[in-house]
């Protein structure tokens, strides 16, 4: 399944970021490999709690309702599944997930969205650098550069990675649970 390999690339990337001992700054000529790594991260954890949703979705439809009803289901569903807000009101009203996750999952794909729909702009100014010294110590240095600002890309994304990883990991469990959940199981009619 890609939700797999899509928590895999995410866990390599936050990986890659964490062990990453080089400076932290983004311009047009070094973009750093912490921020390329937290949107890999943070967009493919995304990817793979949708791919899940969508799992769940069609996994209802298709073997977990009447085949009497799948019909009157589908074209509604297809109308109504556009957004991701959609999605989490899918989940809030056809499955036992926390309030909690179901505002966390939202949060994820909020990131993502940032992510995927950032315009830059240019500006040519000071610029806040993190340094490191082979001492392991860390000092913010104020650089004159020529950057591209993404407000998609910034800084905070390399705070947030982690946590987008971890509520991937949970989402994906949850949804998991939630397809095999008893209530839900075949009862024999589902074929004819």
């Not at 990883?165 to 009619?189: H, M, S």
Request: proline share 4%.
């Amino acid at each position: 399944m890609l939700t797999a390999v899509y928590l895999r690339i995410a866990r390599q990337h936050l990986n890659s970021m964490k062990n990453n001992p080089k400076d932290m700054f983004i311009s047009t000529v070094h973009e750093s490999q912490h921020i390329r790594d937290a949107l890999v991260c943070i967009v493919f954890s995304a990817f793979a709690v949708e791919y899940a949703i969508t799992e769940l979705i069609w996994t209802r439809i298709a073997l977990q309702t009447p085949a009497k009803y799948r019909r009157l289901m589908i074209g509604p569903l297809l109308k109504n599944m556009r957004s991701t807000n959609d999605r989490i009101e899918f989940l809030r009203d056809a499955t036992k997930m926390s309030d909690t996750l179901l505002s966390d999952i939202k949060r994820l794909f909020d990131y993502r969205n940032e992510i995927a729909h950032c315009r830059p702009d240019f500006y040519e100014g000071l610029v806040q650098v993190l340094n490191s010294h082979e001492e392991g110590k860390t000092e913010i240095v104020a650089e004159n550069r020529e950057i591209l600002r993404f407000p998609g890309a910034t800084f905070a994304y390399v705070y947030v990675a982690e946590w987008c990883y971890k509520t991937a990991k949970k989402a994906v469990r949850a949804l998991r649970e939630e397809v095999n959940a008893p209530e839900w199981r075949p009862q024999g009619d589902t074929a004819s």
